[in-house]
């Protein structure tokens, strides 16, 4: 078995274990791997094993992944590319044209140091910056399909690059065009952003607190920053390899929308099972829809935090599903599925999860 090593003198790996390459720490071995430095060298190693008829795994920071024991039967490729580019829009906005491989907090601590506004309450989140239109990455009240102006994707169909426009990327709550399908890689990612000292309005009652001030008010960037990092910390969601809660794939579950029909009966359930004077906590949704909270949903359905073994639920935070050391993901996916089962007992909602599933499922 190869071992990875410098990307120039080892481009092409086999038998890498994955869990090297996830968040988690689980996975088993890439039939091969390549690293793709720039553009180029990821559309050219996607464009090889497709004429090899190839299974293809395109894999960025690891950081939303659940990969199966058995590893991946094909080729994996790691985009590695850091190009960054800035570019005057006019007036007060500023375009940030990032390679799929960059890293994402890294990025978003320089547009802050830059005085560029829009991204500011999504520091702290793992990964690389090819996987945040994917999942339209969101945090504390931003999501990234708020500042993507377009995305420069291959598309395996016709084997051309294309540009394609926010509306095009067809964003919605943790979901995209990109998501659950295999047509479009994700090559670079432009960001339109505004030159302003302050951050965008406060969104999220939880930020707003820590900042001691109210929703709808703006601070200073560094502030908001700094305040989502340390909130991010103290729920396990900021990489340190000291800490074993965030050997994780962030949340594990998405926050259930569910129609008006489905709510009340929610409530109904919520009512004779917790009493009729505990309210949930939810948040109106387009078309009459109300979003749940699905740590909410965990705890109050008799999940501790810490519960689980060798896979567990995180000691800081209901909603991450961690690898403390000596898990594999047939662990990891066994305590999804039975927080899942119960959730839906208790509530009659059924939980989805966020993280890609790879030779596995839940």
Known sequence: MSRPGPADSAPVLTGVPLADYTTLRLGGPAARLRVARDTDELVAAVAEAES??????????GSNLVVSDDGFPGTVVHADSQAVEF??????????????????????????????????????????VGATPIQNVGAYGQEVSQTIAEVLVYDRRTGERRTLTNAECGFAYRDSVFKGADRHVVCEVVFELTRSPLSRPIRYAEVARALGTEAGARVPLAEARATVLELRRGKGM???????DTRSAGSFFTNPVLDPEDYAEFTRRAADLLGPDVQPPAHPGPDGRVKLSAAWLIDRAGFARGHGSPARISTKHTLALTNPGGAT???LLSLAREVRAGVAKAFGVTLVNEPVMVGVSL
């Open 52 to 61: 090899a008829g190839e299974p293809l795994l395109v894999l960025g920071g």
């Open 87 to 128: 570019t005057e829009a006019g007036g007060d906005r500023v375009r940030v044209r990032a390679a799929a491989g960059v890293h994402w907090d890294p990025l978003v601590q320089r547009v802050v140091a830059e005085g560029l506004s829009g991204v500011e309450f999504l520091s702290g989140i793992p990964g690389r």
């Open 238 to 244: 900021v990489l340190d390899p000291d800490d074993p």
């Open 329 to 331: 993901t047939a662990d």
